[in-house]
């Protein structure tokens, strides 16, 4: 067995202890007894404290190693007491002494810890059969001993009750090594040093043992050998938890230590066989009962020996299965509960670079990403829960980034399962998918963007432009030009390659501060541009100065860090809004006029081209000042935009939408939103909502009838103090589940303040409500908080499902979209159906879900009543 010594406990020490404890014993002309008392007393502290230190700051190799070492400290401890006592114990009339019962004790404590210092083996017998096992040893070995060395002394003991008491702590300790010896011998553990040591010592206990039983019964002194056997084992036991193997030990055959008990008995019948014949006149009788056990002794091996072949079969089935996982490019690991690799596949050179021995005894979590190690974490613990039940027999599949040899992270799909043959085990099948994860980020990111910042390009922003005016008119369209003040020195200063870093990082907190559903794009040189759409979810005239008062902070505030220097910018920003009539090649020049009167007024400042702002500020302020009053008297209603099965035409949701009746004049949504954001009514009206609504939709429930909730929720809602509690009494009053309710973010609020919101969604996602990305793929961070957020949900943003059928790029980024999700196992939902030849391309995109105007229009609660049960598409919107 190869072994190397921890350097944190010099063997030498423990060593020279227990030498020098005996060497003083004798020159000090002690008597044999207190020379074995203080040797024990001496080495049994120090495996105590050895064992005790080594359970809390070695490394385990299973998880039930340090709790055994426990054990064996907490026996070592009552031998040691033992051991001490007995000088005195023994000088009374006793046979059984109070020494001798602290040292039984001892001996079942050590036997305890040295069955749990290793794992069972791969087949595990029953509690009966192992009890069995140590009494047919045990039996075996008192036999071969009573003929050879007990019988003889019984029939010199003057009394026959005190040579049995006198026997029963050796036949205890004899019995204790029998019962934990083969789980030793069979253990598949990476290291059996202290389980093997355990079993010397206790075999040590019962031959000194039995050597103190007969020389009692003879009135002599035990002899000084058979005393210090016991304190040389356990000096030895005090430096094995430090020793660990550099490679695994390989169990002995499984046949061969089930048939252990068996040789033994054999072993005895012979011998008692042979004693009898010499000793009895009807040795007949005798020969036939000893052939009788021998034959059934030798049917039982025989049983043995199939049972060992039928394990063969179940390794070989394990081997094949292995090589049909290593055959599809597979790396197959085998971890113990703690996530360190027992065993490795071979295929994990080719894969991810690394040989078989770099990995072995090392935790997995070396080499996952530390953002997946908690999951990971969470798996195993799964696995190897006893209470799990058979539902994780058949694996579960993670997806995880792996460290290959070279330093990089790959993207892996991995299934985990219980070992076959061993359930403290855990079988990892790893799938490098890093081809299939670089296409879809390179379909994802297509032609018409920016090779420096990852934007959108000139050409795609004009386009988009052209469609939007085209398609939605000039109402609440807007156009924003952004300039960055000095740029072109920092191309003179720090080179042409830094100035693109800059403008990198530049893009990125541009992004970071405008809209999900706003278009951002670099229009060329340093000059950036933002479209913001009208229609539905368009802008006014205020939304737009307040972005582009954002984008001049998100560029200012703070320097550019750039070839380890900090470069301090400003931006100059124009805006323009579109006017009926006005061509889109107009309104960005009209935009760009207005950035230019910025920066020759100083730059960090914003210019308007627009004559209606007032109006529309006016207008905001208004409607800020009467929505309290609105909330207070009941003027909002609620209606609902039923989701659809494209496949079953089956109503699968409602998605709420807040409607406001100011006395007979209806206002849009665009219009008192944001106010209701700004000023914080947002909140108790998004609360309202959110308790109406579950109300109803459980009503819905109620009636047999399988259909969710979705409500769309705002920043400030979010990070109100008592939101998640919120969501959680409204679902408690209203008896919907909370796997029926679905609540819709856009990546705009993911983006401004990513970690304090994704934390809050989590919370929400703990009490089983489901999550959904709005307007998906309209911002460029969607990709990157599907990783980071546990979203069931995502739903196409109706700019691109407008397009299906008349734009090949908006076809193509549908699609896209669509199969991106269904490869995530996330529900798309298509938003602002309005067409049949949309509907009939998503469907054959594979889209499951659908709303909007052909589908269904938004309806009171008592519309969606006439929808029960069934629901079929329109054909006409």
């Keep these: 067995m190869n072994v190397r010594r921890d350097p944190r406990v010099p063997l030498t020490t423990a060593a020279g202890l227990g030498a020098v404890a005996v060497v003083v014993a004798l020159v000090t002309g002690g008597s044999a007894p207190v020379v074995t008392a203080i040797a024990g007393v001496v080495t049994g502290l120090l495996a105590a404290v050895s064992l005790i230190m080594a359970a809390s700051r070695v490394v385990p190799v299973h998880r039930r190693q340090p709790g055994a070492w426990r054990w064996m400290a907490a026996g070592s401890l009552t031998w040691l007491l033992g051991v001490g006592v007995r000088p005195v114990a023994d000088g009374t009339p006793f046979v059984l002494t109070f020494a001798d019962l602290l040292m039984l004790v001892g001996s079942v404590l050590l036997a305890i810890g040295c069955g749990m210092s290793v794992k069972p083996p791969a087949f595990t017998r029953g509690v009966i059969r192992q009890a069995a096992d140590a009494y047919l040893g045990a039996a075996s070995v008192f036999a071969v001993a009573w003929v050879a060395v007990l019988g003889p002394a019984f029939r010199k003991a003057e009394d026959t009750g005190a040579f049995f008491v006198a026997l029963a702590l050796p036949m205890v300790c004899l019995l204790a090594t029998c019962a934990v010896t083969p789980a030793v011998a069979a253990s598949r553990s990476g290291n059996r040093v202290v389980g093997l040591t355990g079993v010397g010592l206790l075999t040590a206990i019962t031959a000194a043992e039995m050597a103190t039983a007969l020389a009692r019964l003879d009135g002599d ?25 550099v490679r695994p030990a390989r169990p002995l055959p499984a046949a061969l230590t089930a048939a252990t008990p068996l040789v033994l008995v054999a072993a005895a019948t012979l011998v008692a066989t042979l004693y009898a014949i010499g000793n009895s006149r009807d040795a007949a009788l005798v020969i036939v009962a000893a052939s ?115 330093g990089t992270w790959r993207p892996t799909e991995s299934v985990a399962a219980r070992h076959v043959r061993d359930d403290d085990l855990v079988l990892v099948t790893i799938r490098d998918i890093s081809d299939q994860v670089a296409l879809r980020n390179q379909v994802t990111h297509l032609t018409f963007h920016d090779g420096v910042t990852g934007l959108p390009n000139r050409a795609y922003f004009e386009e988009r432009a ?57 229009w060329g040189g340093d000059e950036f541009a933002v479209l913001l759409e009208g229609g539905t979810s368009g802008a006014d005239a205020q939304t737009a100065i307040d972005l582009a008062e954002r984008l001049v902070r998100a560029v200012s505030n703070e320097p550019f860090r750039v070839a380890d220097r900090d470069i301090a910018l400003t931006a100059s920003v124009g805006v323009a809004f579109a006017e009926e009539g006005l061509p889109p090649g107009d309104l960005l020049r009209n935009a760009d006029v207005a950035m ?99 109300r109803e939709v459980a009503a ?32 408690s009053e209203s008896g919907l589940p909370a796997s029926a309710l679905t609540l819709e973010v856009i990546e705009e609020m993911l983006v401004e303040d ?124």
């Design 754 to 877: 990513a970690g304090e919101m994704i934390s809050r969604l989590s919370e929400l996602r703990t009490l089983g409500v489901r999550l959904a990305i709005d307007d998906f793929g309209t911002g460029y961070a969607s990709l990157a908080f599907l990783r980071q957020l546990p979203v069931d949900m995502i739903k196409i943003d109706p700019s691109f499902v407008s397009g299906l059928g008349n734009d090949d790029t908006l076809t193509l980024l549908t699609r896209t979209i669509v199969q991106l999700g269904n490869d995530l196992g996330l529900i798309v939902v298509a938003e602002g159906i309005e067409r049949p030849e949309q509907l009939d391309l998503l469907r054959k995109m594979g889209c499951t879900r659908g709303q909007g105007y052909l589908v269904a229009r938004p309806m009171t609660a008592r519309g969606v009543d006439s929808l029960m049960p069934t629901t079929t598409l329109q054909n006409t919107a």
């Design 292 to 406: 009788v056990v021998l034959v059934l002794l030798g049917r039982l091996f025989v049983l043995l020996v199939e049972t060992a072949g039928m394990r063969r079969l179940v390794d070989v089935g394990e081997q094949q299965l292995r090589r049909l996982a290593e055959s599809t490019g597979d790396v197959v690991l085998v971890c113990d509960p703690c996530g360190v690799i027992q065993e490795v596949g071979p295929g994990l050179e080719t894969t991810y670079g690394y040989r078989p021995d770099d990995l072995a005894f090392r935790p997995i979590f070396d080499y996952i990403h530390p953002e997946d190690v908690p999951a990971v974490q969470a798996l195993l613990d799964r696995m190897t829960d006893e209470d799990d039940g058979p539902e994780q027999e058949g694996g579960t599949r993670i997806s995880c980034r792996f460290r290959a040899s070279d």
């Design 700 to 731: 819905w429930r109620a009636s047999s009838w399988d259909i969710g909730l979705a409500l769309n929720l705002s920043a400030r809602q979010i990070m109100a103090p008592r939101f998640v509690e919120t969501v959680a009494e409204a679902l």
């Design 221 to 245: 002194t035990p002899p000084l050998a058979a005393g210090l056997v016991v304190p040389a084992m356990l000096l030895v036991l005090a430096v094995a938890p430090w020793m660990q193997e």
């Design 596 to 694: 230019s009167r910025a920066k020759e007024l100083g730059g960090r400042r914003v210019e308007v081209f627009a004559t209606h702002m007032h109006a529309d500020v006016l207008r905001r302020l208004e409607i800020a000042s009467d929505l309290q009053r609105a909330l207070l008297e009941n003027q909002f209603a609620i209606e609902y935009q039923p989701v659809v099965d494209l496949a079953t035409s089956r109503v699968t949701a409602v998605e709420a939408l807040v409607r406001w009746w100011r006395g007979s004049t209806f206002v849009p949504p665009e219009q008192f939103l944001g106010p209701a954001e700004d000023t914080g009514i947002i909140v108790p009206l998004s609360e309202w909502i959110l308790r109406e609504a579950c």
């Design 466 to 522: 052209r469609d939007v005016l085209t398609r939605r008119g000039a109402g609440g369209t807007a156009v924003i030009f952004l300039d960055l003040d000095g740029f072109t020195s920092v191309n003179d200063s720090v080179g042409h390659a830094s100035g693109d870093h800059l403008l990198g990082q530049a893009a990125r907190r541009l992004r970071s501060a405008v809209r999900a559903d706003d278009t951002l794009a670099r």
